[in-house]
């Protein structure tokens, strides 16, 4: 019965073929619409999770429980530092949760934002004048000599060319004196006889007529730098070193060091190659482009004020023989190499690089300077050493996952100002000096100047006539040499985990216990005598993390959409083409078919059908996948590097996902049929085959 | 009937404007009074005080500095060096014509600074230690009167001239009628934001015998963040010294060879 059953049905699917080929194209596509877009869905999941737990963040991330707000690695602290608490002493906390089962490693961490000064290059070169003088290295004072000289020269032109179309003012008479003093030989030849004041007149009068020196506010992760290493596999050197064990440093993100970083100049050009290269843009159609263009050409200063009279002497030389002019001033040949066109841009790109680039400060810090940073409040400075650059392999092009730049954990520690150093008995002293407490902000103007207060309105005569000696029993002499005795000295392990931190980012060994890992993690501290909170990695990624979810959430709502309508629209198709058959099925009845065995007919007939359409369309689109996972789609846009967690999306075909897409369109594909068939099977055969409704 | 009922406001609101126009002080009047105040700060020889800072932050422990300031309020330069705790010992600020620099003894570098700078990340400012150029640097304008405690006072609002770098671009003051003295600032942003409230409850005098005459000072000085609400400055002048100076304090030289 079986077999004849299968046959018929058969049969009727070669018969009606055009009916055939239309709901199994439907089922098809609906198949391989679902195993597509879940394995998708799956890639851009696991590309996401992968930028921000292999990156930053790790499985879980713990903070105080005594944190104010909450824990956010992506959130900007341009308008202040949140209030976190402190993990103190790290590595008593580090001990106590690496101790459970579930927990691979401990990585502690701090987020900060500081400032550095990217000065003018004349404050730079008589700053370094300054201190060939102050140490005696009287072998480097010609040539900053010169080179500070040359650059006052270049003031003073910039200066008679404004004076030429803006009104005088008394300013601008005084800076005019200024420079024309600085550009006399008189000044020049009196500077060996007093070189402070000299240079006091230099950085008072004339350098602040220069190009404005540029803050560069960096934000960074502090950090146990050798753990974070070993433990971010996404992490790798690109340029430079890593600081050696128990040394201070700072490690640039390649990302932002090139995109901030880097002369001016370099990365105009920079920028006008990617877009050419990358994007087709054109500089000759292109505004944007244009206007970089037109700005390159009128910053020759930029170049120039880098350059001693050597260098630019030999810039000159190889300007003319690349440009084909005999032009000897430097700054027309410049405008005129700065004349980009899409035909020359190639060549000058070229050029720049083998013949500026190697004489001018290609990265305002490069690997082996120290650099000074500036807390937010410009209270606390620190020196700390360039080691390298870094990158977080795949995402180099991802702008998030390339604004935080590392510090070791101890320098952290004192710009963030955990490790202020006052001792007790100096807070003491000074409090008791200062001889007035602390007033409430609520009760300040009663307190100061109501009825009981002691103000009287009056002044009262000082008798401070005999003045004081501020210096008797202080010393602050040494402060430098201090300083650089402790930067010098490393630090210890010890010293590194006896601090404090402010988060800490934990690896599990299997990601998929982080929900019972968190409690135990939690409970775990507080017996050790710390109270924390352990947060999931997208909480603790803040905005970013939303971002996954919300795009982990869209993505499913697009699938079952497309799910939705592609079971709805099967279902239409397999019912439109049951109602079709009541003749067929009314012939069937009157030469003695029974209602199940039409019912079994058209249902087998449907599931055969779907059988082979959707293994089909299964088949279509796990090869699909496996095609996109071996070329990768690719990032063109700086959000998609993050989201593909790389430089392309290469999406994994998981067998689960077939199953599913194939059982869901089967059981569709029986259901559909089922009540038409039923209705169909129970119309009388002569008022079926008459035709009739 | 009509028109007593039209009148009755217009005669309310004279009734009420009569106190304020008979006490609104004019613009001349006005600049006197910053004048006098500027005058009475204003050393005509050197200075030199002794300050301790308490700085409190929200959340966070309070910090104290000790600061020892120089003035040649006659060539507009200033400097401040601190002497304590040990880990700021030495860090100071040079103030050169318009040229505020910041001097970082663990790091050895110079660099500069704006007049919005906050000294040591306190909520004070460069300008709460110098002398004061009320009247040429702001233009006057009359608020009201006012009443602080047990104090009647006069309430200017003053903006910042244009060109001039100051910390504020806007303030209100609130002067003693009495004294002359100011007992209240508020500072705020161009957007009109209020940045921060200052009070100066005491005012000494020391005779200068340069000047000829006394010069006056606050002795203690509380400002609130505006911004950051919890934070708070509260600074103490604790010995003042007008004395002449060494002539070539007011050189980098001077002040890094101090903590070298």
């Given at each position: 019965?079986?077999?004849?059953?299968?046959?018929?049905?058969?049969?009727?699917?070669?018969?009606?073929?055009?009916?055939?080929?239309?709901?199994?194209?439907?089922?098809?596509?609906?198949?391989?619409?679902?195993?597509?877009?879940?394995?998708?869905?799956?890639?851009?999941?696991?590309?996401?999770?992968?930028?921000?737990?292999?990156?930053?963040?790790?499985?879980?991330?713990?903070?105080?429980?005594?944190?104010?707000?909450?824990?956010?690695?992506?959130?900007?602290?341009?308008?202040?530092v949140?209030?976190?608490g402190?993990?103190?002493?790290?590595?008593?906390?580090?001990?106590?949760?690496?101790?459970?089962?579930?927990?691979?490693?401990?990585?502690?961490?701090?987020?900060?934002?500081?400032f550095?000064?990217?000065?003018?290059?004349?404050?730079?070169?008589?700053?370094?004048?300054?201190?060939?003088?102050?140490?005696?290295?009287?072998?480097?004072?010609?040539?900053?000599?010169?080179?500070?000289?040359?650059?006052?020269?270049?003031?003073?032109?910039?200066?008679?060319?404004?004076?030429?179309?803006?009104?005088?003012?008394?300013d601008?008479?005084?800076?005019r004196?200024?420079?024309?003093?600085?550009?006399?030989?008189?000044?020049?030849?009196?500077?060996?006889?007093?070189?402070?004041?000299?240079?006091?007149f230099?950085?008072?009068?004339?350098?602040?007529?220069?190009?404005?020196?540029?803050?560069?506010?960096?934000?960074?992760?502090?950090?146990?730098?050798?753990?974070?290493?070993?433990?971010?596999?996404?992490?790798?050197?690109?340029?430079?070193?890593?600081?050696?064990?128990?040394?201070?440093?700072?490690?640039?993100?390649?990302?932002?060091?090139?995109?901030?970083?880097?002369?001016?100049?370099?990365?105009?050009?920079?920028?006008?190659?990617?877009?050419r290269?990358?994007?087709?843009?054109?500089?000759?159609?292109?505004?944007?482009?244009k206007?970089?263009?037109?700005?390159?050409?009128?910053?020759?200063?930029?170049?120039?004020?880098?350059?001693?009279?050597?260098?630019?002497?030999?810039v000159?030389?190889?300007?003319?023989?690349?440009?084909?002019?005999?032009e000897?001033?430097?700054?027309?040949?410049?405008?005129?190499?700065?004349?980009?066109?899409?035909?020359?841009?190639?060549?000058?790109?070229?050029?720049?690089?083998?013949?500026?680039?190697?004489?001018?400060?290609?990265?305002?810090?490069?690997?082996?300077?120290?650099?000074?940073?500036?807390?937010?409040?410009?209270?606390?400075?620190?020196?700390?050493?360039?080691?390298?650059?870094?990158?977080?392999?795949?995402?180099?092009?991802?702008?998030?996952?390339?604004?935080?730049?590392?510090?070791?954990?101890?320098?952290?520690?004192e710009?963030?100002?955990?490790?202020?150093?006052?001792?007790?008995?100096?807070?003491?002293?000074?409090?008791?000096?200062?001889?007035?407490?602390?007033?409430?902000?609520?009760?300040?103007?009663?307190?100061?100047?109501?009825?009981?207060a002691?103000?009287?309105?009056?002044a009262?005569?000082?008798?401070?006539?005999e003045?004081?000696?501020?210096?008797?029993?202080?010393?602050?002499?040494?402060?430098?040499?201090?300083?650089?005795?402790?930067?010098?000295?490393?630090?210890?392990?010890?010293?590194?985990?006896?601090?404090?931190?402010?988060n800490?980012?934990?690896?599990?060994?299997?990601?998929?216990?982080?929900?019972?890992?968190?409690?135990?993690?939690?409970?775990?501290?507080?017996?050790?005598?710390?109270?924390?909170?352990?947060?999931?990695?997208?909480?603790?990624?803040?905005?970013?993390?939303?971002?996954?979810?919300?795009?982990?959430?869209?993505?499913?709502?697009?699938?079952?959409?497309?799910?939705t309508?592609?079971?709805?629209?099967?279902?239409?198709?397999?019912?439109?083409?049951?109602?079709?058959r009541?003749?067929?099925?009314?012939?069937?009845?009157?030469?003695?078919?029974?209602?199940?065995?039409?019912?079994?007919?058209?249902?087998?007939?449907?599931?055969?059908?779907?059988?082979?359409?959707?293994?089909?369309?299964?088949?279509?689109?796990?090869?699909?996948?496996?095609?996109?996972?071996?070329?990768?789609i690719?990032?063109?846009?700086?959000?998609?590097?993050?989201?593909?967690?790389?430089?392309?999306?290469?999406?994994?075909?998981?067998?689960?996902?077939?199953?599913?897409?194939?059982?869901?369109?089967?059981?569709?594909?029986?259901?559909?049929?089922?009540?038409?068939?039923?209705?169909?099977?129970?119309?009388?055969?002569?008022?079926?085959?008459?035709?009739?409704? | 009937?009509?028109?007593?009922?039209?009148?009755?406001?217009?005669?309310l609101?004279?009734?009420?404007?009569?106190?304020?126009?008979?006490?609104?002080?004019?613009e001349?009047?006005?600049?006197?009074?910053?004048?006098?105040?500027?005058?009475?700060?204003?050393?005509?020889?050197?200075?030199?005080?002794?300050?301790?800072?308490?700085?409190?932050?929200?959340?966070?422990?309070?910090?104290?500095?000790?600061?020892?300031?120089?003035?040649?309020?006659?060539?507009?330069?200033?400097?401040?060096?601190?002497?304590?705790?040990?880990?700021?010992?030495?860090?100071?600020?040079?103030?050169?014509?318009?040229?505020?620099?910041?001097?970082?003894?663990?790091?050895?570098?110079?660099?500069?600074?704006?007049?919005?700078?906050?000294?040591?990340?306190?909520?004070?400012?460069?300008?709460?230690?110098?002398?004061t150029?009320?009247?040429?640097?702001?233009?006057?304008?009359?608020?009201?009167?006012?009443?602080?405690?047990?104090?009647?006072?006069?309430?200017?609002?003053?903006?910042?001239?244009?060109?001039?770098?100051?910390?504020?671009?806007?303030?209100?003051?609130?002067?003693?009628?009495?004294?002359?003295n100011?007992?209240?600032?508020?500072?705020?942003?161009?957007?009109?934001?209020?940045?921060?409230?200052?009070?100066?409850?005491?005012?000494?005098?020391?005779?200068?015998?340069?000047?000829?005459?006394?010069?006056?000072?606050?002795?203690?000085?509380?400002?609130?963040?505006?911004?950051?609400?919890?934070?708070?400055?509260?600074?103490?002048?604790?010995?003042?010294?007008?004395?002449?100076?060494?002539?070539?304090?007011?050189?980098?030289?001077?002040?890094?060879?101090?903590?070298?």
């Amino acid at each position: 019965m079986t077999g004849i059953l299968f046959r018929i049905a058969m049969r009727n699917l070669r018969l009606h073929w055009v009916r055939t080929l239309i709901v199994g194209l439907l089922l098809f596509a609906g198949t391989f619409v679902i195993v597509l877009g879940s394995g998708l869905r799956d890639a851009v999941q696991d590309g996401m999770q992968r930028s921000i737990i292999d990156s930053l963040a790790g499985h879980v991330q713990i903070i105080s429980e005594d944190a104010e707000d909450d824990l956010e690695l992506w959130r900007s602290i341009a308008f202040g530092v949140p209030e976190l608490g402190k993990l103190e002493p790290f590595g008593d906390v580090k001990s106590a949760i690496e101790g459970l089962d579930e927990v691979e490693a401990v990585i502690p961490m701090g987020v900060n934002r500081s400032f550095v000064i990217g000065k003018a290059t004349l404050d730079v070169k008589l700053g370094e004048l300054r201190e060939a003088v102050r140490n005696k290295e009287l072998e480097k004072v010609p040539a900053l000599r010169a080179h500070v000289r040359q650059i006052c020269q270049g003031l003073g032109e910039d200066l008679d060319k404004l004076t030429a179309i803006v009104v005088d003012d008394d300013d601008s008479e005084r800076q005019r004196k200024a420079v024309a003093t600085a550009n006399s030989d008189a000044f020049w030849e009196g500077f060996d006889e007093d070189p402070l004041a000299a240079l006091e007149f230099l950085d008072n009068q004339v350098a602040p007529l220069g190009a404005g020196s540029g803050f560069y506010f960096l934000m960074y992760i502090g950090t146990d730098m050798e753990a974070f290493a070993k433990q971010f596999d996404l992490f790798e050197v690109v340029d430079g070193q890593m600081p050696p064990p128990g040394q201070r440093g700072f490690m640039f993100n390649v990302h932002n060091y090139e995109k901030f970083i880097k002369h001016k100049a370099a990365r105009r050009f920079d920028k006008i190659k990617e877009a050419r290269e990358l994007e087709g843009r054109l500089i000759a159609t292109d505004e944007d482009l244009k206007r970089g263009v037109e700005r390159l050409v009128g910053q020759h200063r930029i170049i120039t004020d880098e350059l001693n009279p050597d260098q630019a002497a030999e810039v000159i030389a190889e300007l003319k023989k690349t440009l084909g002019s005999d032009e000897t001033d430097i700054v027309k040949l410049l405008g005129e190499f700065f004349t980009l066109t899409d035909d020359n841009f190639d060549s000058r790109y070229k050029s720049f690089y083998e013949i500026i680039a190697p004489r001018i400060r290609l990265h305002r810090f490069v690997p082996g300077d120290t650099m000074t940073m500036y807390s937010q409040d410009a209270s606390r400075a620190v020196n700390v050493r360039i080691w390298g650059t870094f990158r977080f392999k795949g995402l180099e092009k991802a702008t998030m996952a390339g604004n935080h730049h590392l510090m070791d954990l101890m320098t952290f520690r004192e710009i963030y100002g955990l490790d202020h150093g006052a001792s007790e008995e100096e807070i003491a002293r000074l409090k008791e000096r200062s001889e007035v407490e602390v007033v409430d902000r609520d009760a300040v103007e009663d307190e100061l100047f109501g009825d009981t207060a002691d103000a009287d309105g009056t002044a009262d005569a000082d008798d401070g006539a005999e003045g004081f000696d501020e210096f008797a029993g202080t010393d602050i002499k040494g402060r430098l040499a201090e300083a650089e005795a402790r930067r010098a000295a490393g630090f210890t392990q010890a010293d590194l985990e006896g601090g404090a931190a402010i988060n800490a980012a934990i690896f599990l060994k299997d990601p998929k216990t982080i929900d019972e890992a968190i409690p135990k993690i939690e409970a775990a501290a507080k017996n050790a005598g710390f109270g924390v909170k352990a947060v999931d990695w997208q909480s603790a990624s803040g905005i970013v993390g939303q971002m996954s979810g919300l795009m982990d959430g869209g993505l499913v709502v697009i699938i079952i959409i497309i799910f939705t309508v592609a079971i709805l629209i099967i279902s239409l198709a397999l019912v439109m083409s049951t109602m079709d058959r009541r003749q067929e099925i009314g012939t069937m009845r009157a030469i003695g078919a029974k209602r199940q065995f039409v019912v079994r007919l058209i249902v087998l007939e449907a599931a055969a059908l779907a059988f082979i359409a959707g293994a089909l369309g299964a088949l279509c689109g796990a090869l699909l996948l496996i095609s996109l996972g071996e070329s990768g789609i690719p990032a063109t846009s700086d959000i998609q590097f993050f989201l593909f967690g790389g430089a392309s999306l290469k999406p994994v075909l998981v067998p689960q996902h077939l199953i599913n897409a194939f059982i869901a369109v089967l059981i569709v594909s029986i259901l559909a049929p089922l009540i038409p068939a039923i209705m169909a099977s129970r119309v009388s055969p002569a008022i079926a085959m008459s035709g009739a409704e | 009937m009509r028109h007593l009922k039209k009148l009755i406001p217009l005669l309310l609101m004279a009734l009420f404007a009569l106190p304020q126009t008979a006490l609104a002080l004019d613009e001349a009047e006005m600049v006197k009074m910053l004048e006098t105040i500027d005058d009475r700060r204003r050393n005509s020889g050197d200075w030199k005080s002794l300050a301790i800072l308490r700085q409190k932050e929200k959340g966070k422990e309070e910090v104290l500095y000790e600061m020892v300031i120089y003035r040649r309020d006659a060539d507009d330069k200033f400097m401040a060096l601190f002497l304590a705790p040990k880990t700021d010992a030495g860090k100071g600020y040079l103030r050169l014509d318009k040229n505020l620099w910041f001097y970082a003894p663990s790091t050895g570098k110079w660099e500069r600074r704006t007049e919005r700078e906050r000294i040591a990340g306190t909520d004070s400012r460069r300008s709460d230690f110098d002398q004061t150029k009320l009247a040429e640097e702001f233009t006057p304008s009359y608020v009201g009167e006012g009443k602080l405690g047990k104090f009647k006072t006069h309430k200017l609002k003053l903006a910042a001239k244009e060109g001039v770098d100051v910390a504020f671009p806007v303030v209100e003051l609130e002067i003693d009628q009495a004294s002359g003295n100011i007992l209240k600032t508020q500072e705020f942003a161009l957007s009109g934001r209020l940045m921060r409230t200052s009070y100066y409850p005491k005012w000494k005098k020391l005779f200068s015998e340069s000047k000829g005459k006394d010069v006056w000072y606050p002795k203690e000085m509380r400002f609130y963040d505006e911004l950051e609400k919890g934070n708070s400055t509260v600074i103490s002048l604790k010995k003042v010294d007008l004395r002449s100076l060494d002539k070539n304090i007011f050189t980098k030289a001077w002040l890094e060879t101090k903590s070298r």
